[in-house]
């Protein structure tokens, strides 16, 4: 098992450097920002269908609308890439020219993606939908976490007020819309069963983490998160935490105080790495967590594999650095 | 009262912290061999060329962020490239000063290249921070028995070149006529130069690496004309300097944002300029 996951790490090392090298020869025309795929049609047929233009500031929320606004929509995402930190994302031109085009943005709030409402305001139109989630979810701008999606409230009330625009913006197909909004309202119901699964068998199992990213699912299902704010603000805003912060935790996954170790695959640095190895080494298995969605997904599909894993983490002691 | 006191100046967990004793360690080092090579600098005005020296550092570390690779090695290589280069380059003064001012530039330029990949296409995070201002706490423990190695052979290098360094930064024409191999004394004290300024990166980071260069240095030529005290001052201006800064930062968690810790090298370049104001009064007053 030990020997297992040195293995493992170390392809996951090469694979990373080749990845880097491949990237920064790739990255010079290859843009960050892809379209989801829609759901069917062929590439004509979309074209000649499309009404609404609509961009995800992160593909997350992009996933949903695209769900939701099926073969009348064509979605952009501006965050994709689930092998880049977002908090550290810089806006292109490009960028720019995909929020002038848009008819919907959706977009997190709380200074996630602060570059959106500049380019916004540099391109004005007062046909465009913007939907702002922390706005719609009402949270003052003191909130200290800000990945909403997470939480399993959020995304129902994002779908809805997708639905809601995009009806606006073609009342024509509004029943269209609104039957897919009941298809994903309906299909979130997995998560949430796999969600009251964990608080049943195993409510107040005391956790850590590196980084805030699912610290909302975290309280969901009733987990104890054992990690200091102040060491999980540090990691997420790409400063040092303090060394009585990093010998707290050091000291749960030494003494094994808790039950799982949760690892934000994004935010990564040598502090994170040498506490996955302490993780490991001290037998603690091991959650990857995204904060943006990874290939092969559905927003759905994403939340409950994590669920999934951090319950086969609890009950099986079995690790899941990584989401296939 | 007493007691609340000394719970803040050495805070709960100093003595059995694994990071604070990592820290100590590797700063003493980087302390002891800064003041011994800075000294040496300050007489020879090649201060500014440190600075430089970690510029271009910076870079490096950039890069081996981006190659996933202890930054340590990206600041030494590409240090020691912008050495190389700048000795080999400018003959003059002012030549000098102008060709290290444009690769100089193009060095910083190619970084920001490095870094806009490390931000937006990987997920390495607080790279700029670590890089320009230093995270002692967080320096992988496997690095500091390198960085001892590393500034003993400079210390070492320092040594053999004592008589031959100290007459051509004195006097470079009576070395010259004394048959002194200037170019290769410059060249291998440029090496050492190097050694110093990017080990001390990791300490304060590249913007902030040549305080503990020039810091102790000046603050000990201030007070002392013979070089054995000047060197042995010098010495222990930046280990006191070194250890209080530490010692200070660990304290800081207790200061609001309570939990987060100020940066050590914060700490670093205010205790210097608090010496230095001080000592510099006092120098100038007694001279009238």
């Known amino acids: 098992m030990r020997s297992e996951n040195k293995l493992y790490s170390m392809t996951l090392r090469l694979s990373l450097i080749g990845g880097f090298a491949l990237m920064s020869l790739a990255g010079c025309t290859a843009d960050s920002s892809n379209s989801t795929s829609p759901p069917y049609g062929s590439k004509d047929q979309q074209i000649q269908n499309t009404v609404i233009y609509a961009v995800g500031a992160e593909n997350t929320y992009a996933n949903v609308i695209q769900q939701i606004g099926g073969k009348y929509v064509s979605t952009t995402a501006i965050i994709s890439d689930p092998n880049t930190d977002p908090h550290t994302y810089e806006a292109s031109p490009q960028t720019a020219n995909q929020i002038a085009r848009a008819n919907l943005i959706v977009q997190n709030g709380l200074g996630y993606d602060d570059f959106i409402n500049q380019l916004e305001a540099a391109s004005p139109n007062t046909k465009r939908e913007i939907i702002d989630v922390q706005t719609l979810l009402d949270d003052p701008n003191t909130t200290p976490n800000p990945h909403l999606w997470y939480q399993p409230s959020t995304m129902p009330r994002v779908a809805e007020a997708i639905a809601t625009d995009l009806a606006v913006l073609a009342p024509v197909h509004k029943t269209y819309f609104m039957h897919n909004l009941h298809i994903f309202e309906q299909s979130l119901q997995t998560w949430d069963h796999a969600i009251a699964q964990v608080k049943q068998k195993f409510s107040h199992s005391p956790v850590a983490v590196t980084e805030p990213v699912c610290d909302d699912l975290l309280t969901a299902a009733n987990l104890t998160n054992k990690t200091p704010w102040s060491f999980q603000a540090a990691i997420m805003n790409g400063t040092d935490p303090s060394p009585q912060d990093v010998n707290t935790v050091e000291q749960l996954l030494i003494k094994h105080q808790v039950k799982v170790f949760l690892y934000n695959q994004q935010v990564v640095d040598a502090l994170t790495l040498s506490l996955l190895q302490l993780a490991n080494a001290n037998h603690i298995p091991v959650v990857g967590i995204y904060e943006t969605l990874p290939y092969q997904h559905t927003y759905q599909s994403w939340m409950t594999d994590e669920v999934l894993a951090l319950q086969n983490a609890l009950q099986d002691h079995i690790s899941t650095e990584r989401l296939s | ?288």
């Open chain 2, 1 to 288: 009262m007493i007691t609340k006191f000394l719970n803040f100046l050495l805070a709960p967990g100093l003595f059995q912290s694994p990071q604070v004793a990592h820290a100590l360690i590797l700063g003493s080092v980087v302390a002891i061999t800064s003041a011994i090579v800075g000294v040496f600098a300050v007489i020879r005005g090649q201060a500014f060329a440190g600075h430089a020296l970690a510029d271009f550092g910076a870079t490096g570390a950039s890069g081996a962020f981006l190659l996933g690779i202890n930054t340590l090695w990206g600041f030494i290589g590409m240090g020691l490239l912008g050495g190389l280069g700048m000795d080999m380059l400018g003959r003059t003064p002012r030549e000098r000063d102008v060709t290290t001012g444009i690769t100089l530039s193009f060095m910083l330029g190619l970084g920001s290249l490095f870094l806009y990949y490390v931000t937006t296409k990987t997920t390495a995070t607080g790279a700029p921070m670590t890089i320009f201002f230093g995270s002692i706490f967080l320096v992988n423990p496997s690095i500091v028995s390198i960085v001892i190695i590393l500034e003993l052979v400079t210390l070492l290098l320092l040594v053999i070149l004592y008589r031959p360094l100290l007459l051509s930064s004195i006097n470079p024409d009576l070395a010259y006529t004394r048959g002194v191999p200037l170019r290769t004394v410059s060249l291998l004290f440029m090496s050492a130069l190097v050694l110093t300024v990017e080990q001390s990166a990791l300490v304060t980071g590249a913007l902030l690496s040549t305080v503990l260069l020039i810091g102790p240095a000046a603050i000990a030529i201030r007070l002392t004309k013979r070089l054995g005290t000047t060197l042995l001052l010098s010495v222990f201006v930046g280990l006191v300097t070194m250890w209080l800064s530490i010692v200070l930062a660990y304290d800081s968690a207790q200061l609001p944002p309570v939990g987060r810790g100020w940066p050590v090298s914060f700490f670093v370049v205010s205790i210097i300029l608090l010496f230095y104001s001080v000592i510099y009064s006092f120098t100038t007053k007694g001279s009238k």
